[in-house]
């Protein structure tokens, strides 16, 4: 049975991260119809960090020691997912899913400009000039100073930034780190977010429906959770990165599915702009490290 090289790997645990998030974003928006977004990230959290422990468990567990070093780095990039949990969720729930999604699929271009800038990894000319194009479709996506503009479009850009912040701080924590300690550590504390949120506001009972998009919001975003951590470690950024725009199509599917939402012109313009400009990012990915791996 052949091998997979690091960079096949990488993309395969990005789709499989995408899939998970944007199912989680399709479930929770469902459920932040009913409730506040404290308490569906807090019981939310419960569960997935319970979930995660078990399977720490099951794999016969794994130590938390570590050095100083990465202690510092797995705080900041907890600090990284609360913050951009908090705006992305806010943005969700007065937003299509599709529209957001399209706003986070400048994900790959800015990831790629920050490995670049802070981890030293190549980009080269032509990256860079599809990187700026691509910043020219979030801006048709955006669309400041139109009708079309909403100020939670803002708070989904702040979003793409502490994203972008946590998924280059994941790539700097060492390998001796088990990748589910990472992720164990991001759980708790969005599920603390929440239910420091929850404090002094008002518990709506859930419903059999509810639960059921709990439970399948649990089990997409635990699997998001996973391959997010591990996909920043396996393979180069540049090349792995493109990939997340998978969850364009996915949030498509289920914002017409779900929500009867579909995005206006400008957004499916910008959106094929900012796709565009990650496959060239790809292109120029594989064509310097010489064709496909």
Known sequence: MPILHDNTRGALHMIGAMAGYTVNDA????????MSFYQAIFIRGCLITLLLCVLVYVKGGQSLRMGRKDWVVITARTITEVTGTYFFLVALSNMPI???TAILQSLPLTVALAA???LREPIGWGRMIAILIGFVGVLLIVQPGTEG???????????VAFITARDVLARIVSDAVPSMSVA???SIGVTLFGGVGMVGA???????????FMGGS???????????VSVMRIGDVGFVAPFRYSSLLIALVLGFVLFREWPDTLTLIGSGIVVATGIWVLFQERTVSGGAR
């Open 218 to 228: 649990v089990i997409a975003l635990t699997l998001g959770y996973i391959f997010s």
């Open 98 to 100: 599709a529209n957001v």
């Open 27 to 34: 479930f929770i928006k469902v459920l932040l119809a009913d």
């Open 149 to 159: 503009f909403d100020v939670y479009a803002i708070y989904g850009l702040i979003a």
């Open 202 to 212: 008002e518990w709506v009972g859930l419903s059999t429906s509810n639960w059921l």
């Open 116 to 118: 670049a800038l802070f």
């Open 184 to 186: 164990i550590s991001a």
